[in-house]
């Protein structure tokens, strides 16, 4: 009755956690939100003197929603056509807001559009970088101010020119240049050719819609982001900045703007000049990242010129490590949010990079992964099984010391550790391959869940993008019946296999337990197997493949070490002959 009772209580408890399950995953896994339309910004003087920064205009267009097409189809652009992004530069304003780019797409579908980071002000996902002048503490260049051009498409190699006279003489350019990546750089100069001296801010600004951001959820940062003084800060979060809400972040910004799960837009500073960066919220939706230069004073027939860079492109770590290297941007690479284990998931994203590109499968790659990673373990593994073989040669005395020592547990301990130390055994190597797998499953678990270098990447047959959940579910025979299976209920061929793979390692690695935790056990493997059935495909291919391995590993083992393997099958009999008789008397 009460292994009977004990069962019933281990099923309820699986059972709770089968359910709460479904709500947490919602929590901590949420998909990312479709792009809507968001409000624009409200444009009467008193809002707009609330949410303005001193010496910068916010552009308003009297709260009317602007048409995609119509507006990237205006005179005034100057188009941009580098190898990895495309789009436009507005010449009303100098405003870089209509970037796409070339590598990534929308979805896995072959006709899909590609992504689009810049879109104009009031579209459905504006978000676009403008750079201006202040004179005299006041807008010289304001969002309407429409600018000469010269030269176009830009290109690498190929500059675009704007430029526009003052009213007090003065002459502002800014010349755009792009590489072959996602680096727009800004060179912004003034000169004064009126009669009296004037002073002068250079500044830039990206301004975005959270509408469309990516969740910020426990481990992934969405939101506001910059380096100030060397320090990468993530502290800072869209519900932080209320209407005309400003947060300026203490030292030097190396570089601003904000992130999503693979994307970035980012100001970086000239490192020659003094500046301030700060995040204001604008309301409705709307969040600004602003840099403004420390004001200059220049005397007539002088000029200045400061070098701001855009950045507005995927986070992919080998080109942010190649800026940090050759631009010198401070902790650029920390865009991507690894969070503690920095120092390990960087070498499993290279490591994973690498043998991508020696295979052209990343699918493959994981699965290569995982024999390096039980390989580098199959001495410790060896370890494990010698200590276990050991240990149950040890057992006859080991009871003897416990029946000797029932009634005195501290003497009983003692006892035991003297026995152990006599005979060189430890009794927690069999932990050691348990935690080392620990750091490498959650590192692959972040790399999977951050790198865009795996965002829709295919392994075979059905699997094509082992970022994303198994798309094959059981429950509406793989797609053949017209109806959305429940999250808590997706279950796919993965997720069968990670069930399979762990009941059999649980199998043929029996250990001394009560039958409450024999029960427990022989549960554990299928409610993993729906509590893992939400994750990516990759990180379900990885623990399939450990679990594969792991069953092979034990095999050969136990081949050599037959008194293991002797033990393990008495013992599981012997229990089978116990629970025969429990069943027995209870009924």
């Known amino acids: 009755m009460d292994n009977q009772r004990n069962l019933i209580v281990a099923v309820l408890l699986c059972g709770l956690l089968l359910l709460g399950y479904d709500a947490a995953m919602r929590f901590f896994y949420p998909q990312a939100m479709a792009p809507i339309a968001a409000s624009p910004p409200a444009d009467t003087p008193a809002e707009r003197a609330a949410v303005r920064t001193p010496g910068i205009d916010t552009p308003g267009q009297a709260n009317r929603q602007v048409d995609l097409a119509t507006a990237l189809s205006a005179p005034v652009r100057v188009p941009v056509e580098a190898p990895r992004i495309t789009g436009s530069v507005n010449a009303q304003g100098a405003q870089i807001d209509?970037?796409?780019?070339?590598?990534?797409?929308q979805s896995i579908a072959r006709d899909s559009s590609p992504v689009r980071l810049f879109a104009p002000a009031n579209s459905p996902v504006q978000q676009f970088a403008r750079l201006g002048f202040l004179v005299n503490g006041q807008v010289a260049t304001g969002a309407d101010t429409l600018w000469e051009r010269s030269g176009g498409p830009l290109a690498p190699g190929s500059p675009v020119v704007l430029t526009h006279r003052g009213a007090q003489g003065e002459v502002f350019t800014i010349r755009f240049s792009v590489d072959e990546n996602y680096m727009i750089t800004a060179e912004q100069t003034v000169a004064n050719g009126g009669a009296a001296a004037i002073v002068t801010q250079p500044f830039a600004a990206i301004t975005r819609t959270s509408a469309t951001a990516t969740?910020?959820?426990?481990?992934?940062?969405?939101g506001p982001i910059g380096a100030f003084g060397g320090v990468v800060s993530y502290a800072v979060e869209y519900d932080d900045l209320?209407?005309?809400?400003?947060n300026v972040p203490a030292g030097r910004p190396d570089w601003i703007g904000f992130t999503d799960q693979y994307w970035l837009s980012a100001l970086v500073p000239d490192p020659?000049?003094?500046?301030?960066?700060?995040f204001r919220g604008l309301g409705d939706s709307l969040f600004r990242a602003d840099l403004i230069y420390q004001p200059q004073t220049l005397p007539p027939g002088q000029q200045l010129t400061v070098t701001t860079r855009v950045f507005v492109g995927a986070?992919?770590?080998?080109?942010?490590?190649?800026?940090?290297?050759?631009?010198?941007?401070?902790?650029?690479d920390k865009a991507i949010d690894w969070g503690w284990f920095y120092w390990f998931m960087k070498p499993i994203l290279w490591l994973l990079l690498w043998l991508f590109e020696l295979v052209g499968n990343f699918g493959v790659a994981i699965i290569l992964l995982t024999v390096l990673v039980r390989g580098l373990m199959f001495p410790i593994a060896q370890k494990q099984f010698a200590s276990m073989a050991a240990m149950r040669a040890l057992q006859p005395r080991m009871k003897a010391?416990?029946?000797?020592?029932?009634?005195?547990?501290?003497?009983?301990q003692q006892e035991l550790l003297a026995l152990y130390r006599d005979e060189k055994v430890n009794p927690l190597a069999g932990c050691l391959p348990i935690l080392i797998q620990i750091p490498i499953f959650f590192a692959l678990y972040k790399v999977l869940l951050l790198a865009v270098e795996m965002r829709h990447q295919p392994f075979v047959l059905w699997i094509r993008d082992l970022s994303a959940p198994d798309p094959a579910h059981i429950l509406n025979l793989f797609g053949l019946l017209p109806f959305e299976v429940p999250t808590l209920l997706a279950i796919?061929?993965?997720?069968?296999l990670l069930g399979v793979t762990m009941w059999l390692t649980f199998r043929l690695n029996p250990t001394a337990m009560d039958p409450v935790q024999q029960q427990v056990f022989s549960i554990m493997p299928w409610v993993l197997m729906f509590v893992m059935a939400p994750f990516s495909a990759g990180l379900l291919l990885y623990w399939v493949t450990s679990n594969i391995l792991t069953v092979a590993q034990q095999s050969y083992l136990y081949s050599r070490h037959p008194q293991l393997k002797a033990a393990a099958e008495k013992e599981r009999l012997e229990k089978e002959k116990a629970s025969a008789r429990a069943r027995q008397e209870s009924t």
Do not use: C
Not at 215 to 222: A, E, G, L, V
Not at 401 to 412: A, G, I, N, S
Not at 492 to 496: E, Q
């Open 98 to 105: 209509d970037i796409t780019l070339v590598d990534h797409r």
């Open 215 to 222: 969740p910020d959820i426990w481990n992934i940062h969405s």
């Open 242 to 246: 209320g209407r005309g809400a400003v």
């Open 272 to 278: 020659r000049a003094r500046v301030e960066g700060s």
């Open 315 to 332: 986070k992919e770590s080998r080109v942010l490590e190649a800026y940090e290297r050759t631009l010198g941007i401070a902790q650029f």
């Open 401 to 412: 010391l416990q029946e000797r020592y029932k009634d005195d547990k501290p003497k009983m």
């Open 492 to 496: 796919g061929p993965l997720a069968v």
